[in-house]
Structure formats: structure tokens, C-alpha cells
């Protein structure tokens, strides 16, 4: 049987009922300092980047990381999305995999 | 009951009493039959065996396989062809296939690509690289306990909205199988428990007119047959109702689709024959 891992997709008022997991947060990139960033997905995210992780300030990033105790998000992973991206769809995405668990994640 | 096979064998190719019209490969085609002879207790009649059904991995994870060599089952319904989105976490290359690990966040499962030493190169495929987002098209296969998904197709994800549509899509899917479609008098329900966003248009157009009043059909009652129930309830008629070739005019749908959504609503006793066999009301209680 293969490893059932998932990774559930939040915006920024799941954060903490997410502490200590892993999470996908889709957004868009409102600034850029450092080794931190800020992300808007439904409310503000702040990222905490990895030398690998290119933030586009105006592009959508998908950030694949660990939710930290105060809300800051450590990147695992960031995969830049342009600038066509629909947020109202990632945004009922998100609702629809916590309103219907049971297609997308293992509790 | 003739009636009904006229569209299939209009198709090319002939159909068996088991309810199997062929397999999705030439091989799948004995396991198919046995699907639709053994696990319908009850006769449940299985309309376009061949399905293509977006989903998640997890679903894939999660589906049943009812015995060995069996199409999987997910919310009940077979699974002949699957669609999945996700990225690649890992690619081995190997003699005669490509293996990759898809993560959709949902969960991760194999997906194998032949490998076509023969094509000429500007028929190569597009072959995946770790990190893509690649759209999936194949068909779940198990063997020795480890589930793979065989792929036909892959194209890589340009436009990342696909993303968010194939989830979107799935849970619709997922919905339209556990809950029965939207729309008629069940539609107003359904939007007031928030589902309004997953109003389709596929799922909604076939249930005619909107607000047509009427009780909830089962889940299980295909969009055709939801159609030709919603014809008769909205139609005026005398006590006799309606006459095959009336509604299969005015619907606008070949005689034989109709004779197979009678034949669906009669066996729920959702309507009942008047003059003939072949003129249909609704059964009012």
C-alpha cells in the first residue's frame, strides 16, 4: 500500500488549527524582505524563505510549508504561479477540501 | 428491453446481456462483464460503462477493488478511466516504463509511462521532471498490493488554474455520486447548505427546466431519465400521459434513450405505464 501522505491546501485563517503541519498555501506575493515575505491568502501570511525560494512580488506563489507556533510559515517549497492565477477558485479549493475531507485528507 | 441496446449496436459493436459494452483496453473486457453481472445484486442496469472521472489521489488511495483484476470503486461506481493533477516528487527511469511519484497533497501514488524507444523524436512524449505540476490521464491498476496508475496521457500543467478546476471538478464528481446531481427542486436545497459555488453546468443543464417542481430522484437516476421525469411532471396531459415518441420529440432525444429512462423511472416506481406499455405518467402519491 503506498504512503498516504497529505498535505492539506489552507489560506490564512486555517493557520492555526495547522500548527506543527505541513500545508499548501496558494497566494499572492505582497512583499518581499530578506529572508521573509508576506503572502495574501485571504488575510496576510508571513513566510519565512529558503535560499531556494524565488518570491515574485504581484505573482501567485504556491508555498508548500510548515506552520510554525506563531503563525509564520517556514518554505519548504515555493513554485512561482504567475500572474494569471484565479483566486476565487484556489480560494473555494480550500473550502471545499475541509467541507468534503473525506476525497482529500487522512485526520 | 430490445429497445435499449439499439444505440450500442448503432455504435459499431455488439453488446452481451452482462452489461458489459467492452472493456476500456481489449484486456479488460472479462473482468468488465464479471463487474457488471456480479457486483449490481439487484440488476442495477450500468449505463456508458467507459467513464473518464477527475479525482484525487486520495480517492485513488482509498478505492476499492471488489476482487482481483476488478475495475476499482470509488463512491460506489466503477473507475475505468481516471484524470489526476499533481506534481512529480520523483522520476526513476526504467527498462521498459517511467515511474514517477505524483503528490497532489492529497496523497501520493506511481504513475508509469511507457517508454517508446521507436518514435521518431518529434513524436516524443513529454516526459515530467521533478517538480512539474503534470495533468494525468490513465487508469488505475494494482498489483502485488501496490496501486499504480498506468498512464495514456501526460501534459504538463502550464496554466495553474487547471489546478484548482480539476479539484474543484473532482469534488463535483464526488458530490454528483454520493448526492445525486443538482437542480430541479433539489437545487434550492442544496445551494442553502453553501454548495452554491459547485453549481455545474454539465450537472445542471441536464435537469431541465429550473424550479421544476417535483420530489428528489435518486442519485442513482441518470440525467436523461431526470429529464424525460421532469418532462412528464411539467408537460399538461390528460390522465393517460405521454406517449414514448411524444416526449422522445419534443425532448429531443432518440426513442431508444427514452425507453431507457422508462425503463429506469418504472423500476424505481417513479412513473407508471396507462394505455400501453409505451405511454408513461407520473405516479403522484
Redesign the interface.
Given at each position: 500500500?503506498?504512503?498516504?501522505?497529505?498535505?492539506?491546501?489552507i489560506t490564512s485563517q486555517y493557520l492555526d488549527a495547522f500548527t506543527g503541519k505541513t500545508v499548501?498555501i496558494t497566494g499572492k506575493v505582497t512583499q518581499t524582505r530578506g529572508d521573509t515575505a508576506l503572502i495574501d491568502s485571504e488575510g496576510v501570511v508571513t513566510v519565512l524563505l529558503n535560499r531556494d525560494s524565488h518570491l515574485k512580488p504581484g505573482n501567485?506563489v504556491?508555498i508548500v510549508g510548515k506552520v510554525n507556533q506563531d503563525l509564520t510559515v517556514k518554505v519548504l517549497?515555493a513554485?512561482d504561479?504567475?500572474t494569471?492565477?484565479?483566486y476565487a477558485?484556489?480560494n473555494?479549493?480550500v473550502?471545499?477540501?475541509h467541507?468534503?475531507k473525506?476525497?482529500?485528507?487522512?485526520e | 428491453m430490445s429497445m435499449y441496446y439499439y444505440g450500442y449496436n448503432a455504435g459499431g459493436y455488439t453488446t452481451t446481456s452482462y452489461g458489459a459494452q467492452g472493456g476500456a483496453d481489449g484486456g479488460g473486457f472479462l473482468g468488465g462483464s464479471q463487474a457488471g453481472s456480479q457486483d449490481t445484486p439487484g440488476g442495477t442496469k450500468r449505463y456508458g460503462q467507459d467513464t473518464l472521472r477527475p479525482?484525487?489521489i486520495?480517492?485513488l488511495?482509498d478505492a476499492v477493488f471488489p476482487y482481483p483484476d476488478a475495475e476499482a470503486k470509488v463512491d460506489g461506481t466503477s473507475l475505468t478511466q481516471v484524470d489526476l493533477v499533481g506534481?512529480v516528487s520523483t522520476v526513476s527511469a526504467q527498462a521498459t516504463n517511467t515511474t514517477y511519484k505524483i503528490?497532489d497533497?492529497?496523497?501520493?501514488?506511481?504513475v508509469k509511462q511507457w517508454v517508446d524507444g521507436d518514435a521518431p523524436p518529434e513524436l516524443q512524449k513529454y516526459t515530467p521532471k521533478e517538480?512539474d505540476?503534470v495533468h494525468v490521464w490513465g487508469k488505475l491498476k494494482e498489483f502485488n498490493?501496490?496501486?499504480h496508475v498506468g498512464s495514456h496521457v501526460i501534459h504538463p500543467i502550464t496554466?495553474?488554474?487547471e489546478?484548482?478546476?480539476h479539484?474543484?471538478h473532482?469534488?463535483a464528481v464526488?458530490?454528483y455520486f454520493t448526492r445525486g446531481p443538482l437542480g430541479g427542486a433539489n437545487g434550492a436545497a442544496v445551494k442553502s447548505e453553501?454548495?452554491g459555488?459547485?453549481v455545474d453546468g454539465g450537472y445542471g443543464a441536464t435537469n431541465g427546466a429550473p424550479g421544476a417542481v417535483g420530489k428528489k430522484l435518486p442519485p442513482r437516476i441518470s440525467p436523461i431519465a431526470r429529464k424525460v421525469y421532469e418532462f412528464l411532471q411539467s408537460t399538461p396531459q390528460n390522465n393517460e400521459g405521454l406517449h414514448v415518441h411524444n416526449i422522445s420529440h419534443q425532448l429531443n432525444i432518440p426513442a431508444n434513450e427514452v425507453f431507457k429512462a422508462g425503463d429506469e423511472l418504472l423500476g424505481e416506481g417513479l412513473i407508471y405505464t396507462t394505455l400501453d406499455d409505451e405511454t408513461w405518467a407520473v405516479l403522484e402519491y
Open positions: 500500500m503506498a504512503e498516504q501522505i497529505s498535505t492539506p491546501r499548501i501567485a504556491e517549497m513554485t504561479m504567475g494569471n492565477l484565479d477558485a484556489v473555494a479549493v473550502d471545499a477540501t467541507r468534503y473525506e476525497i482529500f485528507y487522512t | 479525482v484525487t486520495k480517492q488511495l506534481r503528490d497533497g492529497t496523497g501520493v501514488i506511481e517538480g505540476y498490493n501496490r496501486r496554466d495553474f488554474n489546478i484548482s478546476y479539484l474543484l473532482a469534488t464526488h458530490l453553501g454548495q459555488m459547485f
